[in-house]
């Protein structure tokens, strides 16, 4: 699933978007990357943990606006190069890119036409793409409505243009990605998790919208450019609820933690105690078969649960693989 963290304010932002992107460990990721812009633009990225990046990064460098990134691979191996930030061909645009773009070769082939791409994956076309864009039309906004036209696939991206420094700019289609609003700055990130050291204000992106986001401000566009007006939400989260505390990983914290989270949604949604629906309960048993549809954990739940609902009911159950 991998992760986006990005940063515009007056402070400097390496540590907030190291600290970011680590809270987005538990999504997995093969490599990691930071494009930080001060007094220029510098990019630090390695395969493997994410203190292999960090200890590349130049710790004397000051940057108000970067953007950090988590890599799962699925366009080109797991390697340095491969690694976001991505720039474009004429080093104006930067971005970070979670998604699967489906008709890469097709951008490439319409779009690219002698452009030589230094990576194999298919974020690096879709920085090339936002600059081939803006030297046709002069303008970013214009560029990324373009880019929603024609680009298949699915796409949270952080963009950050070299020659405007006062804006940071996030896309989003079917990827997570949220907004985080802070008082003199804002950041995009793939959850609240990553953000929630900074600011506990968030505004969700619905897909095939974007945002230009300055440090005092930002506007939502749909795919058309019109403005979108929606309100934020505060978050509950606290960051102790996203510490490893005394537990060695996160997997072992979630096992634990699994009453109290279950004790904490009964007593937010169910003021007489939990009871099962009744209407749902006779659909189930005048039910010919039931499907239970699961992926990772849930799935191996699900076979569990079809053993017990075999033995009780003698209603038969198929598990499914969601994906
Ligand atoms: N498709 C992109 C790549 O392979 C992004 C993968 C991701 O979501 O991390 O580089």
């Not at 996203?242 to 949604?269: A, D, F, N, W």
Request: charged share 25%; proline share 2%.
């Amino acid at each position: 699933m991998c992760g986006i963290v990005g940063y515009i304010g007056k402070n400097d932002c390496k540590e907030i978007i190291i600290d970011g992107l680590k809270k987005l460990e538990y999504r997995g990721y093969d490599s990691s990357g930071i494009a930080l812009i001060g007094d220029g633009e510098y990019v630090f990225k390695e395969q493997g943990r994410i203190v292999n990046m960090e200890q590349t990064v130049d710790k004397n460098l000051f940057a108000p606006i970067g953007i950090g990134h988590t890599r799962w691979a699925t366009h080109g191996r797991p390697s340095k190069v491969n690694s976001h930030p991505h720039m474009s061909f004429d080093d104006r645009f930067i971005l970070v890119h979670n998604g699967v773009i489906e008709n890469e070769m097709y951008l490439k082939d319409t779009y690219l036409k002698g452009i030589d791409l230094v990576s194999e994956t298919d974020t690096e076309i879709l920085a090339c793409l936002v600059s081939v864009f803006v030297k046709e039309n002069s303008c970013v906004k214009k560029s990324i409505i373009e880019f929603m036209k024609v680009v298949k696939g699915s796409y949270a991206i952080a963009l950050v243009d070299t020659e405007d420094n006062n804006k940071l700019y996030g896309i989003k289609n079917m990827s997570p990605m949220i907004i985080g609003v802070g008082k003199g700055f804002n950041m995009l990130g793939s959850d609240v998790s990553c953000m929630i050291k900074e600011t506990n204000e968030f505004i969700p992106f619905e897909d095939m919208e974007f945002a230009v986001i300055g440090k005092d401000d930002f506007i939502i566009y749909n795919q058309i450019g019109e403005e979108i007006n929606r309100s934020s939400y505060i978050s509950e989260m606290n960051s102790a609820d996203i510490e490893l505390g005394q537990y060695p990983h996160y997997m072992l914290k979630e096992i634990e933690e699994q009453s109290s989270v279950v004790r904490k949604i009964l007593t937010e949604y169910y003021d007489d105690g939990f009871v099962l629906n009744n209407a749902l309960l006779t659909e189930l048993e005048n039910a010919d078969r039931i499907n239970i549809i699961a992926a990772g954990t849930s799935y191996h739940a699900g076979l569990v649960g079809k053993k017990i609902i075999e033995t009780m009911s003698n209603i038969p159950v198929d598990v499914h693989m969601s994906s």
